[in-house]
C-alpha cells in the first residue's frame, strides 16, 4: 500500500518561504539525506523519516550522487520510497541533488567538467526513478573548469528539462556573483546557494548573506546543528548511536571535547531561558537572518524532526540573547 499523506500537511502556510525571487516557495525546515540513508541504515527508520517529515508539511529532500555510504545509496534508497509510497505526490515535492565531489573512478567522475555534470544528473535520475529533479546544485567550485563551462552545463540541463532550476554549494560570494551573472546570459537564474552554516561556523556572514540578499538568490544553509552538536546530543558524553560515535559519521569523536561540551551546556541554558531545545534555538538562530530560505537538517529519527521543527515558535533574539550567544562563540 502506498502512503497516504497527511491531509493537514499544508494547514500552516506560513511554513512556506519564497527562495529568494523566484516564484519557488520551500519549507523553512528541509531534511538532507546525507547520513542514515546508506545500505547500512534501517530503511524502516529511513522510510519513517521521509514520509513522516512529508506529513508534516516538509516538502523538501535534498539528496547528492555521493550520499551513502557507498556513493549512490541515498538515492537509491530515496527512489525506492518515492516509487512505493510517494509516486502520487511527485507534484508536491521538491528534490534536489548536486554532483562536485568524487563520484567515480578516472577524469570523469569528480568536479565540474560538462562532462561529469551531465553524466551524473543522469545516473542520480536512474538511481531516483525520476525524469527531473527539482534543484541541481554544483556541489562547489572548481578551480580549474572555466565557469563558464560549469555554468553552461547547468543551463543546458535546465533547457533539456533535468532540472527546473539549478543552485551553487559552497561557492564563497565572489564567486556567486560570477556563476550568477553568467547564468543570467544564458537565461537562466541561480535560484539557490546551500553553504554551511551554523552557530559554529559563521563565514556567510561577513559577505555571502547580503550578496545573496543583493541578487535575488535563495539561502538554504547545511549542517545546521554542526551536525548534531548544537543539540542536547552531546551535552553529557557521546552517545552510542551519535553521529559521533559512528565510524562512518563525518563528525570525528575527538571534535567533542570536555571544554567545547561546558560550552554547548551554557548554551542550552541560553535556550531553556527562551523556553527552547538548543538545536530549536540553534535553528532559530539562523532562520533570523532574511536571506536564510529554509534550514536543511539531517535527522536520525522523526522526534529529532519534530523537535526542530518548534524552532519556529521563536526566530526573534533579544540584543540582550545575541550578546551573550556572541560572547559565548568567541571564545569557541
Ligand atoms: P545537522 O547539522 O542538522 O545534523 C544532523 C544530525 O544532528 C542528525 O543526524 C542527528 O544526529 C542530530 N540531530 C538533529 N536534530 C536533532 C535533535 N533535535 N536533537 C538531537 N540531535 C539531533 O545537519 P547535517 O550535517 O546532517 O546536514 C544536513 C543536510 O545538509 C545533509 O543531509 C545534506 O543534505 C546537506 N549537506 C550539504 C553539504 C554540501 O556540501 N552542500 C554538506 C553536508 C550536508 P544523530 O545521528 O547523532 O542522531
Known sequence: MSHEASPTRYDNSAFYARCGKSGLKLPRV????????????????????????????????????????????????FGELLNKDLKAYRDELVISTKAGYWMWNGPYGDWGSRKYL??????????????????????????????????????????????????????????????????????????????????????????????????????IPFSPLAQGLLSARYLDGIPEDSRAAKPEGFLKREYVTVERQAKLRELNELAKARAQSLSQMALAWILRQRAVTSVLIGASRIAQVDDNLGALSRTDFSEGEQSKIDALLSAW
Open 30 to 77: 528541509s531534511l538532507g539525506l546525507w547520513h542514515n540513508f546508506g545500505d547500512g541504515a534501517d530503511h524502516a527508520v529511513a522510510r519513517e523519516l521521509v514520509l513522516g517529515a512529508f506529513d508534516r508539511g516538509i516538502t523538501h529532500f535534498d539528496l547528492a550522487n555521493n550520499y551513502g555510504p557507498p556513493a549512490g545509496a541515498a538515492e537509491r534508497c
Open 118 to 219: 551531465i553524466s551524473s544528473l543522469d545516473q542520480s535520475l536512474k538511481r531516483m526513478g525520476l525524469d527531473y529533479v527539482d534543484i541541481f546544485y554544483h556541489h562547489r567550485p572548481d578551480p580549474e573548469t572555466p565557469l563558464e563551462e560549469t555554468m553552461g552545463a547547468l543551463a543546458d540541463i535546465v533547457r533539456q528539462g533535468k532540472a527546473l532550476y539549478v543552485g551553487l554549494s559552497n561557492y564563497r560570494a565572489a564567486e556567486t556573483r560570477k556563476a550568477a551573472d553568467i547564468l543570467n546570459k544564458l537565461g537562466v537564474r541561480c535560484l539557490i546557494h546551500q553553504p554551511r552554516y551554523n552557530m559554529l561556523d559563521r563565514w556567510v556572514e561577513e559577505e555571502l548573506l547580503g550578496t545573496l540578499e543583493e541578487l535575488g538568490i535563495g539561502c
